[in-house]
């Protein structure tokens, strides 16, 4: 069975850089396609990325789009979510998951399963 972990949330001012790691464990992990997902107070979850098993393909949600880029390391089974320029409005808790259901490009909620605990990132000066 699968297992993911979030890592290197943390309190960053606007307009600095960040990297989230996602930690898998089990032997089918790099047969996963992975994505992150955060939740910002009082808000919906909302799809960031996502990578294919291979690391080959990704694909963005709008709010990660040119700041955010995802990236994989199957040999020690991490994923990562590099964060640019970052925004007040970026104060969420990020998760990654794996996608279960549906084709890769999906961004629908449902779709994602085996989340992790969830790393905090606030930004703000």
């Known amino acids: 069975q699968v297992q993911l972990a979030e890592s290197g949330g943390a309190l960053v001012q606007p307009g600095e850089s960040l990297r989230l790691s996602c930690t898998g464990s089990g032997r089918s992990f790099p047969h996963y396609a992975i994505g992150w997902l955060r939740q910002a107070p009082g808000k919906e979850r909302e799809f960031l990325a996502a990578i294919s098993w291979t690391g080959g393909s990704t694909y963005y949600g709008d709010s990660a789009k040119g700041r955010f880029a995802i990236s994989r390391d199957n040999n020690n089974k991490m994923v990562y979510l590099q964060m640019n320029s970052l925004k007040p409005e970026d104060t969420a808790v990020y998760y990654c998951?794996?996608?279960?259901?549906?084709?890769?490009?999906?961004?629908?909620?449902?779709?994602?399963?085996?989340w992790g605990q969830g790393a905090q990132v606030t930004v703000s000066s």
């Open positions: 998951a794996a996608l279960l259901n549906g084709n890769f490009g999906s961004r629908h909620l449902r779709d994602f399963g085996l």
